[in-house]
């Protein structure tokens, strides 16, 4: 921990690590990969240089959310200096405080609010100091720009001067006195992105870019098939091959190691290995199997009785929904550079987890974790995927077994192959509704493929004020393996509930948005929704209207979303004009950023609804590629529009997921309102008639 | 020994069979261009030959020995971004950002051959590229605001 460099110059801020995290049981990182929760660890959060410098330090990574920007407003506002004053560290294990991993839009509610805590604590210290100097209460002191001034405006002395000879430590005051909204003047505006610079020269260093003198490049053998297992393996030709350093069998990890990746991934093709086949599957007969192979029911929702609802019914529907699995594809295929000096261990991954990483490679070598540093650079997205990393484990076993550096990185197709996927779900909702709209009885049954049954709980609870409830989650066997998307199963789960919902609407001939009013109390709920639709020019119309409108809502991890598309079909192409969505995240620290999510989700989400789903035969993904994967390109993208509608009084909640739960729904509807269709299986366009 | 031009910078070319995407990343350090497919189909790799966009994933080094290649390492000149850099910045046109010196070598070859792109040009330009995050809107709309900008680019850049 950073306790080693207390005795640098400068105000340093204190705070354990704990404070900034939910209780252990309930965390995710605890739950879905076991991650230890340090006892009471200390770590400095910030610290203000002599040179007036301020360095802020987090657990996260950076993997295309902005968090470093969001932080760096966050602290430049509390302490009252100018952004560029702020540096943010990020992600090595060796520098910043013990983080659980970046995930569930976390970041801002939590980190945020602890670095905004550290950042008043050293502003009060500021503002003692000089009190002391000049003589002053510091009541009659306000801090801005850098400089303290007394409120008469008489006397006035600098952060650089305050600290001048000075080294000290204080505490993170829980009780910090944090700014109010009202008197922000960088937290809550638009902001340049601070490491903006770096990525359009070029400069940034990824995973995929890192390198250290001395390193050999790896081809790992991987198995051709999820739970394809090695039968036998003969490499002695590929040790002859050029370039070729050493050729590894250990255990389960069969390796070229070479002067350069062409090299490598040559004599890897003359490695001779044969396979047992993978268990029989196919993505044709998924929806069979998630609905033959559900098991462990989990109602994550219940009130009232079901018989009930359904008696006070006039109406009945009844319909099941699919959702294939889709991948991650971030445009960063995974990589990773280990190097040993002597006992230590030094791991180069672009991870979601380098702490968690870093415990599992501590684990595997029986060494203390002090002993291994992981350190996660830039990362080229990850959507949730980048949390298991096992090019990190190759990387240090290589290097460890070499005497040398090594650097693992996967091809396109491996990401496809070897990443996790988006579970896949089959989910059934049976309604019962009055002849004005209103929904009395919710039964949904919604089965999620893999072996975390967290992951399709995600939003499967109806927001709807409906009297009569039953949500039951299952676990369904899965070919492939599944893991962190975007949402988890929340996108799944909103794509059911809010095409059922508009299947209601268009029974009972009401406007979609109407219906989903008269049935939503919520005020923040009400206010997404309305708000979309007034910007959006919506007209109610009964759904049905060939306009090509689409409408949905959604609750993800707190924060409320509603958008509205525009669409065309024609030719077997479905062309989204347009999307309006209204986000309420609370308090919105850093406008521009949310805004981005906002895009980059309906973006993505946009090709979960049209055009992705992964096939596989008997564990092998057979559109491991960007030619038969698609993927949405510029020619694609809708224009987008995003209203921020949150009170800034309201504490902060994710932005960076919500925005992808209800747009498939939407497209979904806005398909239907242009042609009558009702697609009940994702992709649409593989089900256009 | 054969040279090979790199951002203005004579360089020993390795053996013709090099990939040359692998060359400029691995071997020169040029680490801006992206490895994202290694199939043509992501645009991250794309580097400019003699001002022309080319997937250097797809290409060998034998193959472009004679021309002059610029990288986004290269973009810049003598300290002066490229008015698409500067529109990139500006307009927040990233996420992650590991796809978009890809976009903007794509886009500084357009803009080099149409001063003033209407909106279906520049996307029809950037067809090839993939923005995982999504940014699009952004991209397209940081490409049109460095084509008004009224600085001429370069014209091998």
Sequence with gaps: ?689 | MTTIEVNGRSYDAPEPGRNLLSFLRLDLGLTGTKYGCGEGLCGACTVLVDGQPLRSCQSTVGAVVGGAITTIEGLARAGELHPLQRAFIEEQAMQCGYCIPGFLVTAAALLARVRQPDEGQVREALALNICRCGTYQRIVRAVLAASRSGAEAPADA
Aim: aromatic share 6%; charged share 25%; net charge negative.
């Design chain 1, 1 to 689: 921990m950073p306790d080693a460099r207390f005795d640098e110059p400068g105000l340093h801020i204190v705070g354990e690590v704990a404070l900034g995290f939910p209780p252990p049981r309930q965390s995710y990182a605890r739950v879905a990969y076991a991650n230890t929760q340090p006892g009471t660890v200390t770590a400095r959060w910030l610290t203000v240089r002599p040179d007036g410098r301020v360095v802020a330090y987090a657990g996260k990574v950076e993997y295309g959310q902005g968090i470093r920007s969001g932080l760096a407003v966050e602290v430049a506002d509390e302490l009252r200096v100018p952004l560029d004053a702020v540096e943010v560290v990020l992600g090595d294990t060796d520098a910043v405080p013990w983080d659980m991993g970046t995930f569930g839009s976390q970041s801002t509610a939590r980190v945020g609010l602890q670095l905004r805590k550290a950042a008043a604590t050293a502003r009060q210290a500021l503002l003692e100091m000089a009190a002391d100097r000049l003589d002053l209460p510091a009541g009659e002191l306000s801090a801005a720009g850098g400089i303290v001034s007394a409120r008469d405006g008489a006397s006035s002395v600098t952060y650089v001067d305050l600290l001048h000879g000075v080294s000290a430590t204080r505490d993170v005051a829980d009780d910090a006195p944090l700014t109010p909204p009202a008197d922000f003047t960088q937290m809550g505006k638009a902001q340049p992105r601070v490491d903006a610079l770096a990525r359009v020269t070029g400069a940034a260093v990824y995973s995929q870019d890192v390198r250290v003198d001395g390193m050999l490049f790896a081809a790992v053998l991987r198995p051709p098939a999820h739970r394809a297992h090695l039968r036998s393996v003969d490499i002695a030709a590929a040790g002859r091959m050029p370039g070729v350093v050493r050729v590894v069998q250990e255990d389960d990890l069969v390796a070229v190691l070479a002067d350069t990746d062409q090299h490598a991934e040559a004599a890897l093709a003359a490695v001779r290995a044969e396979w047992d086949d993978a268990p029989p599957s196919s993505s044709l007969e998924l929806p069979a199997l998630l609905e033959r192979s559900a098991h462990d029911p989990f109602v994550t929702q219940e009130q009232g009785s079901l018989d009930d609802g359904f008696r006070e019914a006039s109406g009945i529907l009844e319909a099941t929904y699919f959702i294939p699995y889709v991948s991650n594809a971030p445009m960063e295929p995974r990589a990773a550079v280990a190097r040993w000096e002597g006992e230590r261990l030094t791991v180069w991954a672009g991870t979601q987890r380098p702490f968690g990483i870093r415990t599992e490679l501590a684990q595997r070598f029986g060494m203390p974790e002090e002993q291994v540093r992981v350190i996660a650079p830039e990362i080229g997205g990850g959507f949730g995927s980048k949390s298991p990393y096992p090019a990190a484990h190759e990387a240090a076993r290589l290097a460890r077994i070499a005497g040398r550096p090594v650097r693992v990185a996967y091809s396109r197709a491996d990401d496809f192959q070897h990443a996790t996927v988006r579970p896949a779900a089959l989910i059934t909702v049976k309604s019962g509704f009055t002849a004005d709209g209103r929904i009395v009885a919710w039964q949904m049954d919604a089965r999620h493929a893999g072996d975390r049954p967290f992951l399709g709980r995600r939003g499967s609870e109806t927001p709807y004020d409906t009297p009569h409830v039953r949500v039951t989650t299952y676990t369904s066997d899965s070919p492939l393996a599944t893991g962190s998307y975007r949402s988890l199963g929340g996108a799944a789960n909103h794509f059911a509930r809010e095409c059922h919902i508009d299947e209601i609407a268009h029974a009972v001939g009401v406007d979609p948005v109407e219906l989903r009013l008269r049935n939503l109390a919520h005020p923040r709920f009400r206010r997404v929704l309305e708000r979309a639709a007034e910007a959006f020019g919506w007209s109610p119309a009964p759904a049905g209207s060939r306009r090509g409108h689409g409408v949905a809502v959604g609750l993800d991890v707190g924060s409320y979303v509603a958008e509205c598309v525009e669409l065309d079909v024609s030719g077997g192409e479905v062309r989204v004009r347009r999307v309006v969505g209204a986000l309420d995240c609370g308090l919105v620290v850093n406008p521009e950023g949310a805004l981005n999510q906002m895009e980059g989700s309906v973006v993505m989400g946009l090709g979960t609804a049209l055009y992705e789903a992964v096939d596989f035969r008997n564990g092998r993904v057979l559109n491991a590629g960007f030619t038969r994967y698609r993927v949405p390109r510029a020619a694609d993208a809708p224009r987008i529009e995003t209203l921020l509608v949150g009170d800034p009084e309201t504490p902060s909640t994710g932005a960076g997921e919500p925005g992808i739960v209800p747009i498939a729904a939407a497209i979904a509807n806005g398909v239907f309102d242009a042609t009558g269709q009702r697609i009940r299986e994702l992709p649409l366009q593989r089900h256009l008639a």
